[in-house]
């Protein structure tokens, strides 16, 4: 018998503290309007010190696992994306499986692939349980980018914004995840990255734990690579762009999701949208997106989606999948 997996249940966590446009613009020289015109972001949320990756990846998991009608104790393996982890090491994902009290039941092991994150870790996850090597995975991603910003760059600091999401996938008979693609190409390693402060630059000179992101190319690289991978995943799966019901991309700027949903011919009402009120959140945008829009029953059961996302790495990935 064919083995498959499904999401079961879905989870979100987004921090109480809002930051909006006219918040930055009072110590940056910005405004509302120039940030929505360039991105689409009127507000994002910030955690509070007492926050880290773990502690919100926890809200959203007990979320989708509430969801699904299951306990901690039913998770044999837990796959976080993060690229803003509470600790070099022990992963992520450990300490959150210790923050659920499963114990040694199951595995757990972070994936780092920047705003692509959650993609990766869910296309893992799709192949352990194919594998019969998981029954049911939580898959989760939760950053804290508020804390990797230069807060006086007016070209980042507008992006970013905190927030968790998650699924729980389990074995099933019948398809949901239909396809996975994820691709890097590490040439362009120099576009986008947060150095790491414990190591010198390539220059010589001592480094700062903050995004460095040149924002017109990673802008043009992003939106074609998108529309191959678009392209990439229909024939996969022998589909036409009109057998898409629902578009959930990686939440990093409106035009870019705009561009993706004409590369589909898909109308905007069709697209799930959630940058306006919580920016990027890297790794966690696309859980978030789905669950909003699972919870508001605009995605039902058995409609055909497509996630997407576009990261540092350069690395970029989607999945198909039958809700």
Known sequence: ??????????????????????????????????IVERTGIRQRRIATKAETAS??????????????????????????????????FPS???LLQHRLGIGDRCAAFDVQAACSGFVFALSVADQYIRAGAAKRVLVVGSEINSRVIDWTD???????????????????AQPGILSTHIHSDGQYKDLLYLPNPAFEGDDGEDCERIIQMNGNEVFKIAV????????????????????????????????????TAKKLKMP?????????????????????????AVRDNRIQRGQTVLMEAFGGGFAWGSALIRY
């Open 55 to 88: 502690s919100m990846a926890e809200i959203a998991s007990r979320q989708a696992l509430m969801a699904a009608q299951l306990e901690p104790k039913d998770v044999d393996l837990i796959v976080l994306a993060t690229s803003s982890p509470d600790r070099i």
């Open 154 to 172: 007016r070209s980042t600091c507008i992006l970013f914004g905190d927030g968790a999401g998650a699924v729980v996938l389990e074995a099933s």
């Open 224 to 259: 074609n690579t998108l529309g191959s991978i678009v392209s990439e995943t229909l024939a996969a799966n022998n589909l036409q762009q009109s057998d898409i019901d629902w578009l959930v991309p990686h939440q990093a700027n409106i035009r870019i999701i705009v561009a």
């Open 268 to 292: 905007m009402e069709r697209v799930v949208v959630t940058i306006e009120n919580q920016g990027n959140t890297s790794s966690a945008s696309i859980p978030l997106a789905l669950n909003e």
């Open 1 to 34: 018998m064919s083995r498959h997996s499904r999401i079961a249940g879905t989870g979100g966590y987004l921090p109480e503290t809002i930051l909006t446009n006219d918040d930055i613009a009072r110590t940056v020289d910005t405004s509302d309007e120039w």
């Open 92 to 94: 992520t994902a450990c």
